[in-house]
């Protein structure tokens, strides 16, 4: 019996992410994202899910069919046969952040052997942000520009005061991992960020998501819209459908909603007292965050519960 002889598999390339590679996109006030190496493509998660070689087997249409089961029904091993590569440029509190999802290999700027980076984020006077009530890890709404004027200010002097003493001692010889420590937040690193696009996605459906802080959401924004669309167009496509404009809903919001189409408000109302939603109401304390988190999805849905009515 003659065995066959594989098919030459020629390396996937994306000619609209090649057009982009080492181009820096700006973040904020002095950050940026830039995409040093990718390996994979749409195709090469088409190619994955069929367990079959070479390229152009099946028309684009099923190939957008199969990427969109794949991600509806939540078949992730596909989705890390592609992988990227990015130089960012961040500030640390952001980047705390960021370091948290674990899926990634990093590779950081070190200030132990290198002097820290010149520069900090800053804040302008009009985006200083309240601290949300609802949502004890978020902000909401805006100082006024006065207070936000002296806000900034009192900003631009600390970091003045810190790069003065930061400087100080690395000019006396103080060994650079010391003479860091009371270096802000608000300063920027740089590292190279290496992920596969499966774990990526879940990054940006974390970071992309309204709740999520600022400044880590100006740079996911930026990594999914100007990056990953790009890359692999067509599981972009299905992302934004499934997951990030998309929402998940539990079994009691399922059981307020039906009760609710169904002419039941009292049954939908009993149902949320017995969950303890409607007692904060009652005895004027916070919201419990449970019913924000419902009320939110109700709103996106044109529903307005009967406890709101």
Not at 19 to 33: A, E, Q, R, S, Y
Not at 59 to 72: A, E, P, T
């Amino acid at each position: 019996m003659t065995q066959e002889t594989p098919e030459k598999l020629a390396s996937m390339r994306v000619q609209e992410l090649d057009d982009i590679l080492g181009k820096p996109f700006p973040v904020l006030d002095d950050g940026f994202i830039r995409v040093v190496d990718y390996m994979g493509s749409d195709s090469s998660i088409v190619q994955a899910a069929r367990v079959s070689y070479g390229a152009g087997t099946k028309k684009v249409r099923q190939d957008r069919g199969l990427i969109r089961y794949l991600m509806r029904h939540y078949h992730t091993s596909p989705f890390e046969m592609c992988g990227i590569k990015l130089h960012v440029r961040v500030p640390m509190d952001a980047w705390r952040q960021w370091i948290r999802h674990r899926t990634a290999s990093v590779n950081e700027y070190s200030t132990r052997y290198s002097i820290a980076i010149d520069s900090a984020q800053t804040t302008q006077p009009d985006q200083w942000r309240k601290q949300a009530t609802a949502n004890r890890q978020g902000s909401a709404g805006f100082f006024s520009r006065q207070q936000g004027t002296e806000f900034t200010r009192m900003e631009q002097e600390l970091h003045a005061r810190t790069k003065e003493i930061y400087s100080s001692r690395v000019n006396a010889g103080v060994a650079r991992e010391q003479a860091r420590k009371d270096l802000p937040l608000c300063t920027y690193t740089e590292a190279y960020w290496k992920i596969d696009l499966h774990n990526l996605l879940h990054f940006l459906a974390l970071r992309m998501e309204k709740n999520a802080q600022y400044e880590i959401r100006r740079y996911a924004t930026v990594i999914g819209e100007e990056i990953v669309a790009r890359w692999c167009p067509l599981t972009w496509e299905a992302f934004l459908d499934y997951r990030l404009n998309s929402m998940n809903l539990s079994g009691n919001e399922i059981a307020i909603i039906k009760a609710m189409n169904s002419g039941q408000p009292d049954t939908a109302m009993a149902l949320a007292d017995r969950l303890g939603w409607l007692a904060a109401s009652k005895n004027k304390v916070k919201k419990d965050l449970e019913r924000f988190e419902c009320e939110e999805k109700l709103e996106k849905l044109g529903i307005t519960p009967p406890w709101l009515t």
